[in-house]
């Protein structure tokens, strides 16, 4: 078990509303030993012009995940995670259902963690591979 803090998916999913995640409909769904689930709606408030999942709302789910994963691993009472570099790769387009991302990770370093996200559509079909390097500072 990788992490710090000790939580369930219902208080994940429980934070206020006012962010990009919540508009976007992102609902946590599993943590597991070391690794941490998430799902989200592709719908018209993730679709692209062309009626497809947009590539930056699959960010947004990738640096969710990242960024909730690396809190859950810190003490938040010294330190914050902040997301330092984020890529992806969209591999195939998605119309509509729900994509799911499992987040894992890569490195766990005491100023950074690197983080693997793979998002899938319904069938199982990877469709977005992610990285995401968070900086782990001082609280403010």
Not at 4 to 16: A, G, K
Not at 95 to 107: A, D, E, F
Request: aromatic share 6%; hydrophobic share 40%; charged share 15%.
């Amino acid at each position: 078990m990788i992490w710090f803090q000790e939580t369930s998916v219902d208080e994940l999913n429980s934070r206020p509303k006012n962010h990009m995640g919540a508009f976007l409909g992102i609902q946590f769904t599993e943590i597991g030993a070391d690794s941490l689930t998430a799902t989200m709606p592709v719908n018209e408030r993730t679709h692209q012009p062309a009626g497809i999942l947009h590539g930056g709302a699959s960010v947004v789910l990738a640096e969710t995940l990242g960024s909730v994963a690396s809190y859950l691993i810190i003490d938040p009472q010294k330190f914050m995670a902040v997301g330092l570099e984020v890529n992806a790769n969209h591999l195939r387009p998605v119309k509509s259902g729900l994509v799911t991302g499992i987040c894992t990770p890569i490195h766990i370093g005491a100023k950074t963690h690197v983080w693997d996200i793979k998002l899938y559509n319904d069938r199982g079909k990877l469709n977005c591979v992610s990285r995401l390097t968070v900086a782990i500072i001082p609280n403010l």
